[in-house]
């Protein structure tokens, strides 16, 4: 059964696979594997086809059955080695010390080691010259492949081990090979495993097409955070703040296990533990601890007759607190990981490469800003940002959601649209922020601002604050400042004082490209001396398969056979009763339930909820009635048969919108001023979208060109 393996019980009680190995080697028909996830960490793979169910692994694995046996509040030290060891030490030497003991014992020592294709694997010794392989921390994830059977072949032959690891490593090294006076373990005070995808990735990107043969993470005499590459034909590399190391320090690429880790705290896994004695300076004033001072913990008896034995040569080794290592020291079972880890993995998954990846998490960068109404409380609103989002991550950008300036406080971040369910991820989003000086600290972060599509520019509708938010008025001049489709809502600019409007004016005028959704907004732009181009609105320019996957989310259910009906302005009954006399059932669809009730009562109306729900039941339709322009755009990317109302709309009230759609469309007699223009043979006509969609596909072209051209790197 699967819950009598190791992924089965994982599962069952929610823990993740560190990579031991040990299930793997302990398998009596070679069933386990170890390979990498999605992200590249490594973890167990059962075959089940050869699998047994004899549940050895599920014993085995020491995230399903620790052990904690040694001394809750050990003993702990201060311990430095003598010169020439501690030069080469990644800290004060201990593991150098302790190796030696072994070794002057006739023992081996196992520990990891780069191989020829910089992996890290366990490799066991007796060869005093192959302990500097393993000294110095390699900061990546190490393999124990098949080192168990390795161990148990020299404890059957009565020889010393002493084995280094990490805590999750020693804890399955002990479960594999059980209770041994010959096997001394020492684990590592670890900061955690991270992906062996990453390391090998990042390895790949940086080399240059040259091999790598080593690298030194703490090399003493660069400062820290430095790697230093060495390469086959002799050359040298020295990274200054390192990307990969900086990423290990900030828990960027560590594994689930090691945000949540089984064995940092005390007791712990080792006979003796060895770490770092960060912060040295604040307890040791008797020597210099400049060039690395290692802490050793001793957790029980074998640990203790082994210590003693080790620090001979030691040049310094001084007893310390427990409380003093705890504080300064990974001895936490919590440690969370790095914000943008999630981020890192979806970049990667993007395609991006994982320099920029890093750089971009670590350091919350983004290619392109966006602002509007992506948090508008109406469908089209959300949708058209929606789309844009989509539209730019799908040209392979980086985008980040920006609101208009609101003091929420510090470090409060929008939320999504409450009516809409798929989310924008919170790494896609900026936190709120105060005002103009605090907004200007995008430019450190965004290379380049687009605002959105609907009546952003609408001076009737928005206030002079959220219009100079719109329009960037916090952007470096330096910025390349684009609009992907806004409209003016207008044939002129109305509203506001003349001052307001003049500022107004230069804003836009700083804009490196101007592209806007109506003829009437090429003209106004015109007028002031700015060049535009008109372009389609991103819902019509986004991949269809973003909607589909909308749908997907929404479990809404709809007749078979039913017209969608959703208007804002126009409300009678002529349209429903002429849909319903040509075989159609009428859905209306409305969120402001009582405005419709008020000037339709005796039709039901539907509250249908969330975007998701609203795209479906337009996409299930026979027939599309509305005044709104998403709704005529989306039912002609849908090829809906459909009638466009726009009643009392004018040029200065947004009927520019529909107007240019059904020109540049070819579909002008689809479009109704009222209801009662309706007639029969308008339903029943057909539509013909295939010379629709060729226009609609030029248009699409025209227009991606544009904005591809407009975002592109080179001087507007």
């Known amino acids: 059964m699967f819950s009598e393996t190791v992924q089965g019980g994982l599962a069952l009680k929610d823990k993740t696979c560190t990579g031991c190995y040990a299930c793997q080697n302990i398998c009596p028909v070679d069933a386990i594997k170890m390979n990498l996830d999605n992200h590249g960490f490594c973890v167990s793979v059962i075959n089940t086809s050869k699998c047994t169910s004899c549940g050895k692994c599920a014993k085995i694995c020491p995230q399903l059955n620790p052990v904690f046996d040694n001394d809750p509040s050990p003993k702990c030290y201060a311990v430095k080695a003598e010169g020439s060891i501690l030069e080469t030490s990644s800290s004060g030497g201990a593991f150098s010390l302790l190796s030696d003991a072994v070794m002057s014992q006739g023992g081996y020592v196992c520990g990891p080691v780069y191989d020829s294709d910089m992996n890290v694997v366990f490799k066991m010794t ?19 492949r098949n080192i168990y059977k390795d161990i148990k072949e020299k404890l059957d032959s009565n020889k010393l081990v002493m084995f280094t690891g990490c ?22 005070i670890c900061g955690g495993l991270p992906s062996k995808g990453i390391f090998q990735q990042y390895l790949k990107e940086i080399s240059g097409n040259k091999k790598i043969v080593d690298i030194q993470f703490r090399s003493k005499n660069h400062p820290f955070g430095t790697a230093v590459m060495k390469f086959k034909d002799g050359s040298e590399e020295v990274r200054n703040q390192d990307l990969y190391f900086l990423s290990f320090l900030t828990d960027l690429i560590k594994s689930d296990a090691c945000a949540n880790c089984t064995f940092a705290d005390t007791p712990r896994q080792g006979d003796i533990s060895i770490g770092d004695l960060w912060k040295a300076n604040e307890i040791i004033t008797d020597t210099d601890v400049s060039r690395g001072m290692s802490c050793v913990m001793v957790n ?34 919590i440690r969370p990981p790095h914000l943008a880890r999630q981020r890192l993995f979806f970049m990667m998954e993007r395609k991006h490469s994982l320099v920029k990846s890093m750089v971009y998490a670590l350091s919350w960068k983004f290619d392109v800003g966006i602002t509007g109404f992506w948090r508008a409380n109406n469908y089209g609103g959300i949708l058209t940002y929606y789309a844009l989002y989509k539209l730019v991550m799908d040209l392979g950008l980086e985008p980040l959601m ?88 207008s044939d002129h600019l109305a509203g506001g004082t003349k001052e307001e409007r003049e500022t107004f004016v230069k804003l836009l005028q700083r804009f490196s490209n101007i592209s806007v959704r109506e003829t009437s907004g090429v003209e106004l732009c015109n007028s002031y001396g700015m060049d535009a181009t008109r372009i389609l609105d991103p819902v019509l320019l986004c991949d269809k398969k973003h909607y589909m996957d909308m749908i997907s989310l929404s479990p809404a259910q709809f007749p078979e056979k039913y017209v969608f009906y959703y208007t804002a302005n126009v409300m009678d009954t002529k349209i429903e009763r002429l849909m319903r006399n040509n075989g159609y059932e009428v859905i209306k669809v409305d969120r402001n339930l ?87 043979e308008d339903v029943k006509n057909p539509i013909d979208y295939e010379r629709v969609h060729a226009s609609l596909s030029d248009e699409r072209e025209r227009s991606l060109r544009w904005i591809c051209d407009a975002l592109s790197d080179k001087p507007a």
């Open 126 to 144: 007796n060869n005093r010259n192959e302990l500097k392989n393993m000294q110095g921390s390699k900061y990546a994830f190490s393999e124990l």
């Open 167 to 188: 805590p999750c490593q020693v804890a399955g090294v002990k479960n594999f090979i059980g209770k041994n006076d010959n096997l001394i373990t020492v684990d590592l």
């Open 300 to 333: 029980n008896d074998i640990g203790k007759a082994f210590f003693d034995k080790s620090m001979g040569n030691a040049a310094y080794c001084v007893e310390i607190p427990l409380p003093f290592l705890k504080q300064n020291n990974r001895l936490q079972h």
């Open 402 to 489: 920006i609101e208009a300036r609101y003091n929420m406080g510090p470090e409060t971040t929008p939320s999504s649209p409450d009516i809409m369910k798929s989310r924008y991820p919170y790494y896609h989003v900026s936190r709120y922020h105060n005002d103009l000086a605090d907004e200007a600290e995008l430019n450190n972060r965004v290379s380049k601002f687009i605002v959105g599509s609907d009546q952003v520019w609408n001076r009737n509708l928005i206030s002079q604050m959220a219009l100079e938010c719109y329009t960037f008025d916090f952007a470096d001049p330096s910025k390349k400042m684009v609009s992907i489709a806004p409209s003016f809502g």
């Open 594 to 680: 009582d405005r419709a009730r008020t000037k339709i009562p005796e039709t039901p109306v539907m509250n249908i909820g969330t975007v998701e729900n609203w795209v479906k039941c337009l996409h299930d339709s026979s027939f599309v009635v509305s005044d709104s322009f998403y709704a005529t755009a989306l039912a002609i990317l849908f090829r809906k048969p459909f009638i466009s109302l726009y009643g009392d709309m004018t040029s200065d009230s947004g009927l520019d919108c529909l107007t240019t759609l059904t020109e540049i469309l070819g579909l002008n007699d689809r479009l109704f001023k009222n209801t009662g223009d309706v007639r029969a």
